[in-house]
């Protein structure tokens, strides 16, 4: 059966980590961007991590910052995967030596062939609903439509929700789907019970997928 990964975002709070692993989340990310309302310092954020279990990988995400920062926000999380979100190139971000996932801005005029292309060194593309330049994190979707094939794992982000998440799915079949403000009360503070709705939605969607 397919089964689509779930990664949550911008989580700042230890009972919300405790909430999104029992649900039986992939991945959890942490922003590492001074200027989001989701902000966590690494040294925050490595406290977090260590309640991850083994099997649920740690996120850190950055948008145009430079590389000592990065590298010292690496050197005290110690994340599994890095995700990108500005006009980073691909030299740039994987100048750090671990796998990456490289944000697409799906608004306006994009082509993930030569998005793929370019970051061929990305572990994956996550294309999120924001204008380029903007911050994520922003809930919005964008024009939902079958993916071309790329040689690369998608996730889809931007605006997901437990209410959309299972069309989107559909629609697109990505690899994974990311979400934040749509498990949300207030930036940075999860909800139990919408995050839990979320993943039941995904895996209630993965059943459809499975069915011939
Ligand atoms: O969340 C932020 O504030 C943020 C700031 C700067 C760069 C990225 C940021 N977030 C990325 C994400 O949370 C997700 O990858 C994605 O944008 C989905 O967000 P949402 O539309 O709120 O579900």
Same mark, same amino acid.
């Given at each position: 059966?397919?089964?689509?990964?779930?990664?949550?975002?911008?989580? #700042?709070?230890?009972?919300?980590?405790?909430?999104?692993?029992?649900?039986?989340?992939?991945?959890?990310?942490?922003?590492?961007?001074?200027?989001? +309302?989701?902000?966590?310092?690494?040294?925050?954020?490595?406290?977090?991590?260590?309640?991850?279990? +083994?099997?649920?990988?740690?996120?850190?995400?950055?948008?145009?910052?430079?590389?000592?920062?990065?590298?010292?926000?690496?050197?005290?999380?110690?994340?599994?995967?890095?995700?990108?979100?500005? %006009?980073?190139?691909?030299?740039?971000?994987?100048?750090?030596?671990?796998?990456?996932?490289?944000?697409?801005?799906?608004?306006?005029?994009?082509?993930?062939?030569?998005?793929?292309? #370019?970051?061929?060194?990305?572990?994956?593309?996550?294309?999120?609903?924001?204008? +380029?330049?903007?911050? %994520?994190?922003?809930?919005?979707?964008?024009?939902?439509?079958?993916? +071309?094939?790329?040689?690369?794992?998608?996730?889809?982000?931007?605006?997901?929700?437990?209410?959309?998440?299972?069309?989107?799915?559909?629609?697109?079949?990505?690899?994974?789907?990311?979400?934040?403000?749509?498990?949300?009360?207030?930036?940075?503070?999860?909800?139990?019970?919408?995050?839990?709705?979320?993943?039941?939605?995904? #895996?209630?969607?993965?059943?459809?997928?499975?069915?011939?």
């Amino acid at each position: 059966m397919l089964r689509t990964r779930i990664k949550f975002c911008g989580l #700042r709070r230890a009972v919300d980590i405790a909430s999104a692993v029992d649900c039986g989340v992939d991945a959890i990310g942490f922003v590492l961007v001074p200027a989001s +309302p989701r902000f966590i310092r690494a040294e925050d954020a490595a406290t977090l991590r260590t309640r991850l279990p +083994p099997f649920v990988s740690a996120v850190a995400l950055f948008k145009d910052q430079d590389a000592a920062s990065v590298q010292d926000a690496i050197d005290t999380l110690r994340p599994d995967l890095l995700q990108f979100h500005g %006009g980073e190139p691909a030299g740039f971000c994987a100048s750090f030596g671990l796998p990456y996932l490289k944000s697409v801005a799906m608004r306006g005029k994009v082509s993930l062939k030569a998005e793929a292309r #370019r970051h061929a060194g990305a572990a994956g593309l996550l294309l999120d609903g924001h204008a +380029p330049g903007e911050m %994520g994190g922003q809930g919005e979707t964008f024009d939902w439509a079958a993916l +071309p094939a790329v040689n690369k794992p998608l996730i889809l982000a931007g605006g997901l929700t437990p209410r959309n998440v299972a069309k989107g799915i559909a629609l697109m079949q990505p690899y994974g789907v990311d979400v934040s403000s749509g498990i949300e009360s207030r930036p940075g503070v999860k909800n139990a019970t919408a995050m839990r709705d979320f993943v039941a939605a995904v #895996r209630r969607a993965d059943a459809r997928r499975a069915k011939p």
